[in-house]
């Protein structure tokens, strides 16, 4: 087996890892290996990392909490770049310009959301509350558009910094610049390989009562807890169509409890699909396939997947 590369950056070393089971980076817990894998944690991690795979001419594919991916099960070619890191580091890296009546507040793109959502809220900054509970990290989420509680990340985004490939040029792009809707912007859906990796985004938010934000927060955390399943899954596996909600089809359809290899799809949320231990991405995929043609002979709706699949080699 190859050897871990080690480089150095201005942060400390980053460790290319040859063959690193994916399913340990993803929330779903499937996925087969990525050729390289880097953990990067900040700006000048990510511009050592890309550095290296310059040199290498390999594609590259930047992920963050993985909690919205189904990668393939024979793996990721190239290197697979993390851009993770813990609540506490990322906080510290959070810039704020304070106005007299909004905050404009730079967050880097490893910072886990919820954190965010938290750390709004005791800030007594309106407009990110509703990412308490939320998995996954700030670049994802913006790559996403993710949301929740009739919030979204386009909402108070004013702009988002990315290094662009091959030369990791630096671009600072306006948030209309991601053409932003539900669950949609133009980075999420651009062809892989990709050439933009989101460094961190920008926020202009409005002040508002620290203890009535950190009371939403709370009953956001809370609800997710209510309401959603605890085991290993990707979240919404399908958007909603127009005016229904695809939970609410898969549950009509008699769907639920529903069991394709080792996945299933949740007793408690319909739209949710749970890997009971051993469940490959060929099982994903077909469970997706067998619910898309059962929802549409019941009631002519396609579900899309919200849900990203990765890889294949
Ligand atoms: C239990 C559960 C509940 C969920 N509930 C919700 C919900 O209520 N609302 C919602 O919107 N989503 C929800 N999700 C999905 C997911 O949490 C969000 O979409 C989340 O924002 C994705 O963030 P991530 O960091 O995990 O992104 P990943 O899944 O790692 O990546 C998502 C996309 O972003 C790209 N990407 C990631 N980081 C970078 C970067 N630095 N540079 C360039 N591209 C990058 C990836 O290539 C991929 O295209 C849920 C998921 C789970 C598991």
């Known amino acids: 087996m190859a050897e ?104 880097p793109a490893q910072m886990p959301i919820s954190r965010l959502g938290h750390v709004s809220a005791e800030r007594g900054w309106v407009g990110l509350v509703w990412c308490a509970g939320l998995p996954g990290v700030v670049g994802g989420a913006t790559v996403n558009n993710a949301g929740a509680h009739g919030g979204e990340m386009i909402d108070h985004l004013d702009s988002v910094d990315v290094l662009r490939l091959p030369d990791r040029s630096f671009e600072r792009w306006p948030a209309a610049r991601l053409a932003a809707s539900y669950r949609y912007t133009v980075l999420k859906y651009a062809p892989r390989p990709r050439d ?16 009535e934000l950190e009371r939403q927060a709370r009953e956001f ?58 469940a490959t991405a060929a099982d994903v995929r077909e469970m997706i396939q067998m619910i898309q043609d059962e929802v549409y002979r019941q009631f002519e709706i396609r579900l899309v997947p919200e849900i990203e699949q990765v890889g294949g080699r």
């Open 4 to 107: 871990t590369i080690q480089l150095a950056s201005r942060t400390g070393e980053v460790k290319i890892k040859p063959d690193q089971d994916m399913s340990l980076f993803t929330t779903f817990r499937i996925g087969g290996p990525a050729e390289f894998m880097a953990r990067v944690t900040d700006r000048a991690q990510v511009e050592a990392a890309l550095e290296w795979v310059e040199k290498m001419d390999l594609p590259v594919t930047s992920i963050g909490g993985g909690s919205n991916l189904l990668v393939d099960d024979s793996g990721i070619s190239g290197l697979v770049l993390a851009v993770r890191a813990s609540g506490k580091a990322a906080e510290a890296m959070i810039e704020v310009e304070d106005d007299m009546h909004q905050v404009r507040v730079w967050v």
């Open 221 to 278: 955390s809370e609800w997710r807890k209510q309401a959603q399943p605890t085991g290993a899954c990707a979240g919404s596996v399908f958007t909603n169509p127009e005016g229904t909600y695809a939970g609410y089809l898969i549950d009509q359809a008699g769907l639920k409890g529903r069991q394709v290899g080792g996945v299933k799809i949740s007793e408690l949320h319909g739209n949710f699909l749970v890997n009971t231990g051993k």
């Open 196 to 211: 933009v990796v989101v460094l961190g985004a920008t926020f202009v938010l409005p002040k508002g009562d620290p203890a």
